[in-house]
């Protein structure tokens, strides 16, 4: 069975503290890795797709990695504005995405 | 103005009621999803559309009823709900293909459902 898992469930960051978040999947094929960034009262926002293991995507603050079996997003000397939830997502049909719980990132000033 | 446009954003509702909720997208994309988010839960596919044709239709009850006029328009009509369907209801489009940007799902805002 397709399945997507996201660890932590929650982290909370002091300002400048780097982290990473986890996306961990086990499908019977990957056609793309999708990361997300959803505020509280809003619809996801599209942040990287990944679509080969040892691909990487940066932006900003933001760096997103894949392997085989995971994606890292790696949160460098983050601010406040990064707090939201990640929502990490795997492609396995034309129309078919697999989700995670997700991430609530909290950064403290 | 969004990609993707929903209407309302808050709807409370009572179990008897019939009430439509709306999703409108300007991307020419050829694919319409409608997602479920519920607390701690991943989103919950409900149904897509490709150029008006459902694709999906994820064992979704029949208290559920999608419409899709055209390519650009989706709708989704409720009765008779229940109040475990209160969620965030998401909905997307989509663009397949092999181009850069396709497959990415761009979503609305969403609209909150509460069930009386």
């Known amino acids: 069975e397709d399945q997507v898992t996201q660890s932590p469930e929650a982290l909370r960051l002091q300002e400048g503290e780097s982290s990473s978040l986890n996306c961990s999947y086990t499908?019977?094929?990957?056609?793309?890795l999708f990361w997300y960034r959803q505020d509280p009262g809003k619809g996801p926002e599209f942040l990287f797709t990944?679509?080969?293991a040892g691909e990487e995507k940066e932006k900003e603050r933001l760096k997103a990695t894949l392997t085989k079996k995971e994606s890292f997003l790696h949160i460098t000397a983050p601010k406040p504005e990064d707090s939201a939830t990640y929502l990490c997502?795997?492609?396995?049909?034309?129309?078919?995405?697999?989700f995670g719980t997700g991430t609530r990132l909290k950064v403290l000033a | 103005e969004t990609g993707v446009t929903q209407t309302p954003r808050h709807l409370v509702m009572g179990m008897t009621n019939k009430k439509s909720l709306k999703c409108e997208q300007h991307?020419?994309?050829?694919?319409m999803y409608w997602y479920k988010q519920s607390a701690k839960k991943p989103l919950e596919l409900m149904f897509v559309?490709?150029?008006?044709?459902?694709?999906e239709n994820n064992s979704v009850p029949s208290r559920f009823s999608p419409e899709c006029p055209n390519s650009s328009h989706l709708f989704l009509h409720l009765h008779t709900l229940q109040p475990e369907d209160s969620a965030l209801y998401l909905c997307?489009?989509?663009?397949?293909?092999?181009?850069?940007?396709?497959?990415?799902?761009?979503f609305g805002a969403g609209s909150r459902l509460t069930v009386l």
């Open positions: 559309y490709n150029f008006k044709e459902q694709t």
């Open positions: 991307l020419g994309h050829n694919a």
């Open positions: 997307a489009s989509s663009a397949a293909g092999g181009f850069p940007g396709a497959n990415v799902l761009t």
């Open positions: 990944l679509y080969s």
């Open positions: 499908v019977s094929g990957l056609r793309g």
């Open positions: 997502a795997v492609q396995v049909g034309t129309y078919k995405y697999i």
